[in-house]
């Protein structure tokens, strides 16, 4: 029986196996194999290893924001009225039920939380930033507008 890999430990093999899936998740365990140099079944036991242990999160599809008329994306710094938990918990409950919110970041510095929102246009921030503002114990928001994707990338580097 294979060795369990600590979750930041592993090996050459299994970084192959990572950056090949990152690139393609979709790859059948006969073609992972053939690509990472492994026979069918270590190469399954090796990719099952790393879900179990937590390397692999998860496997999704990404769909072209723009091609579903979501093609703005706005960087959202909030502020609360307070920094105790149970304030900081109501947001963090109440900003995971804002579909538009694509990432969300507990910040230090001068704001609480990063957001990157996605929307079709200024009409449609406004109704979003409405939203923003009446969620519990918000202060103050502030936006900036991303002009342009200049680099996104998908693939963690290992």
């Known amino acids: 029986m294979p060795q369990i890999p ?3 430990s592993i090996d050459a093999i ?14 059948t365990n ?11 079944s270590a190469c399954l036991r090796r990719v099952r ?3 179990q242990n937590g390397i692999i999160d998860k496997y999704v599809m990404l769909i072209d924001q723009a091609a579903i008329g979501k093609p703005g ?3 959202v710094r909030v502020t609360l009225e307070g920094q105790q938990q149970e304030k900081l918990q109501r ?13 969300c970041y ?7 939380f990063l957001l990157r929102v996605i929307v079709r246009d200024n009409e449609d921030y406004m109704r979003l930033h409405n939203r923003l503002t009446s969620l ?3 202060l103050r928001v502030q936006s900036s507008f991303a002009l342009k994707t200049v680099l996104k990338k998908t693939e963690l580097p290992l």
């Open 91 to 103: 947001f963090e409950d109440e900003i995971g039920k804002v579909k538009e919110v694509m990432e």
């Open 49 to 51: 290893l790393l879900e």
């Open 136 to 138: 519990p114990g918000v």
């Open 73 to 75: 994306n706005v960087f």
């Open 6 to 8: 600590r979750k930041n």
């Open 14 to 27: 299994d970084q192959r196996i990572l950056s090949v899936l990152q690139k393609n998740g979709r790859l």
């Open 106 to 112: 507990l910040m230090s510095g001068d704001s609480d």
């Open 30 to 40: 006969v073609q992972l194999s053939e690509k990472v140099g492994l026979s069918e």
